[in-house]
């Protein structure tokens, strides 16, 4: 039926089997004063006993002030004495029409508003439905699918998202044609000319027993929430990502530069192919760079997209992922002087001995390094240098211009490491938070491995081909000005051409004026990058992946770090030359807090929907099933609303991990594919209809995306994004209907996965509003890549509800390794988040390095470690010696 929604059951899941039932948070409206209740009754005995029982049932029914509808009929005396007749019409109180249940002659009753009238027989009337109770919690659930399933043959569809109290409830919306039939037995319906179209034995048990509705009430309202629909998906957009079918849909994209990610089913060892094939099919496109499977390419219009995804190996293709800020700028009031903080982690005392990151080579990577040019020689130190690594993404090699949302996010971590580290030789390092491989470049500029990244590989490519075209381009235009030159004369044919021929060779010295300025800068910035970041010690990254990129330290460049930071094994070998000493990487921890949620995937009562907490946990306040976890939006002060403002836009993405099947290694179907969807409450308060009635706003569609794959493991994403049109209160339900039965028992496939969901609230600034997750959340859920990698130093913030783990398959990677300060003022403004405390960290972690500390975790011989705040112990600087100099 059109005008109802889809059917989606969400249950409770302190009502699983044998778990005892949490008490109903839901709001409701009162009844009418008045309602019309219909009464089917049963008396089965002989004449004089049943004018005993029928006599006692008025009294009774007249206690409660039941007025029967048909008293002043003529025969309506009679009835006592009829042996068939069960049916009794009238009017009670509201709050007395389930109490017309508590006499054992009565079947069952429907009742209504007094004044409501019915819609035409096709339209759709919402109705509650009471069942029959007294069942094992199994079987009860059993009870309540059947019948609904009996319903549907009916017309009945079921609401969404109710509160079914012990499965005793049923909510949905039936034609009111079929209304009367829900005070008859349920199990003779829908009936033929004769006999049911469903014999009774035939019906399954426990349905089959009795008849399973007690009560039907019939809601006052008739208007219905459109079914949602969501747009078909296209073959040729299988392999795409919600956010990427968005993007092409858009106007501005037709003909523009398109920036994708290309996900493969294998590890490209060699671009060079790649680059060489895109090249020669692809005009104008370019590789800018990769991780592991994972290619950022660059394509000169939208409409290329279609033809990459046919390209071999491809398996996918999205946008390129955003890393998340951690840092939060503000006025000043609620921080610590970053004087108080040096003092509290007794990096003073190092300051005073002499330590103080001389000799220290240091990075640190943000996405936005706006006014800190300004601070050089007073609040960052005299060798401070900056770098912008957007500078090779484009084809003129002019960096990118600043994000609104991210200004100069990247300057108070700067901050605080100078003011840990005040002569560390300090390089700022801007990267594109789109460009995870970015992380890898600057990796291997700092070890000397690189001379042209992938990037200027790309750039030079395209210059070339460019001087190539040029060096064409010129000599035509030479000959052709030689030429016209070669006659004088006034006639206006010559002196046209004269005058085309000079237009034609100015043209020409422009272009190649321009090209020497273009490669001057491709020269200059390849020179900038690879002796400014050789030799550094220490590299410290505040931003952080929360999705895109495989969790858990599988990706590449998680694994990279933890490779990296423990070495080659020892070797003596004569001859060989000693390796370069592993780097040190500093690395924020999530700072998105209650907007990601991980954990395992719960679903004891076998409904197909997750279960966001364990059985028999305490539901919120707000919430009514565990399979509902409602959203809010959270101020930078931390308060959270309930509700989603208009204009607000969502991106969803849930990971998880799966072991690959060994009888269909090359499968990319999930074992258990999670489908992500939203809902919004009707009426919250409860005022007009009841606050358990939700409407389905957006769904995620098409099958999920593989990133990653290897012989034994599928690593799995589905995204939903969803623009908020009426503000509300919205809630997110996961559904898996699991993978079909197999044909075989010997191929049934039975997995244990572990989610984790993130919000990204798209467009909003560092200090905006965000939406997170309001009835369950899980701290447990991970710091985000690459601060799961096991060989860095992962640095949280020293405020409640951060995340921490390696990740939801790693439960038992202790992350974060240190924190740092929540909050550090400097002067009239402040700033907070891990990436502040990670940059304070830092700058401690260049004393350690200047001190001769050995090791990924150069804390670990201080014996600060199990995520406690940076303090030196007393007795470590104790026999600390005095450092090289002391500052004056």
Partial sequence: MPHAP????????ALLALAAPAPAQVNEPPRPEKVKIEIRYRIRADRDERVRQYTDLQKFLAKLGFDDARKNEPDYDLE???????????????????????????QNVLFEPADFVR???????????????GYLPGTQQQLHHQTVEHLAQLGFVESLGY????????????????????????????????????????????????????????LPHTEFAAPLAPPAVLPAQLKYSADLRAALLAPAAKGTQFRVEVIFRDRVEDLQPLKIALRGRYAGASVDGAIGNIVHVRLPRAELVELLAQEPGV??????????????????????????????????????RGYTGAGVKVV??????????????????????VLDLTTELAPDLIPFKSDPTRVGTGVPAAKALAAAAPDAELVLVRIDPGCYFHLNTVLKLTRGELEYTEALQSRLAELSSRLSAFEDDRDRAIAAYKTAFADLTDNEVAVAQRKKAKADLDAVLTRERELTVLSGRLTGYQKDITRTLAGAQVIVNTLVWESGYPLDSVNEFARTIDARATGPAHRVVKGIPAKPAPHVWVQAASASGPAVWGGPFLDANRDGLMEFAPPKSKLPDHSWSAALNFLGTRAATGTVAPELAAGSKLRIVVQWREATNPNF??????????????LRQIDPTGTKRSSDELAEEARSVSVPQVIYRTPTLLVFEQMLEFSVATPGRYALAV???????????????????????????????????????????????????????????????????????????????????ILGPGTLNFGPQSASGSGVATGFVGGATALMVQLGAAGPNVFSSTGIDGAKKIQLPPAWLNVLPQGPRVRQ
């Fill in 6 to 13: 889809a059917r989606l059951t969400l249950i409770s899941a």
């Fill in 80 to 106: 006592v004495f009829e042996p068939t007749a069960e049916r009794m019409t009238g009017t009670i109180a509201g709050a007395k029409a389930l109490s017309v249940l508590d006499n054992p002659r009565v």
């Fill in 119 to 133: 819609p035409d027989a096709d339209k759709p009337v919402a109705v509650k439905l009471g069942l029959r109770g």
């Fill in 163 to 218: 509160d079914t109290r012990g499965y005793t409830l049923v909510r949905g919306a039936l034609p009111s044609k079929s209304v009367d039939v829900l005070v008859k037995d349920l199990r003779y319906e829908p009936s033929g000319w004769f006999v049911p179209r469903t014999r009774v034995a035939q019906l399954p048990a426990p349905l089959s027993d009795r008849n399973p509705i007690r009560w039907a009430e019939v």
């Fill in 315 to 352: 398996i996918g293709l999205r946008l390129p992922r955003q890393g998340t800020e951690t840092v939060t700028t503000g006025t000043g009031g609620k921080g610590e002087a970053v004087a108080d903080a040096l003092k509290a982690s007794r990096l003073d005392e190092l300051h005073k």
């Fill in 364 to 385: 640190l990577i943000g996405s936005d390094f706006t006014g800190a040019e300004q601070l050089i020689g007073t609040e960052l130190p005299r060798r401070t240098k």
């Fill in 665 to 678: 290694p090359e499968a990319d179907t999930p074992a258990q594919p999670l489908t992500l969807r939203l």
């Fill in 735 to 817: 559904d898996s209907p699991g993978a079909p039965d197999a044909l075989l028992p010997v191929l049934r496939r039975e997995v244990e996965i572990y989610p984790r969901i993130a919000i990204d609230t798209v467009g909003a600034g560092v200090g905006d509003p965000k939406v997170v997750f309001r009835s369950f959340t899980s701290p447990t859920a991970g710091v985000g890549t690459p601060g799961d990698a096991l060989g860095a130093i992962t640095v949280g913030a020293d405020v409640p509800g951060a995340l921490v783990g390696g990740g939801t398959g790693l439960t038992l990677r202790g992350k974060p390794d």
